[in-house]
């Protein structure tokens, strides 16, 4: 473990970079281990809070554009895909801001609660 530690040290910026893509591309167990790391001072608080929340955010962002620039692409090329874009957007048509609020809310809390537990 204090090989780890000093190597999380030594490379801080490289774990900052990584845990910013991750987050970009899926939130999970990491921004809690670097929230562990940074609560012994392995790690700025600061640095592990501005990548895991812009991470997140600029991940989403991207995720929209990608699928608004080709989401009609791929759910031509991929019939299945385009079976569950049906489907949500027959949700989002029948229950529209709940909808959108049901499928945000997961991601909130789990984000939230990395912080916290750091």
């Not at 554009?65 to 031509?76: N, Q």
Request: aromatic letters at 16%; hydrophobic letters at 45%.
């Amino acid at each position: 473990m204090d090989a780890l530690e000093e190597w999380i040290r030594v490379n801080s910026y490289l774990v900052y970079g990584i845990l910013f893509f991750y987050c970009a591309m899926k939130s999970g167990a990491l921004p809690l281990f670097a929230a562990i790391f940074a609560s012994t001072d392995d790690l700025s608080i600061f640095a592990v809070s501005a990548a895991s929340f812009l991470g997140g955010y600029l991940g989403d962002e991207a995720r929209f554009y990608l699928a608004r620039r080709y989401g009609d692409y791929l759910t031509s090329r991929l019939p299945r895909l385009g079976v569950i874009v049906k489907r949500a957007e027959g949700l989002l048509a029948r229950h529209g801001a709940k909808y959108i609020f049901c499928t945000d809310i997961q991601k909130v809390c789990e984000r939230s609660a990395h912080f916290r537990s750091g």
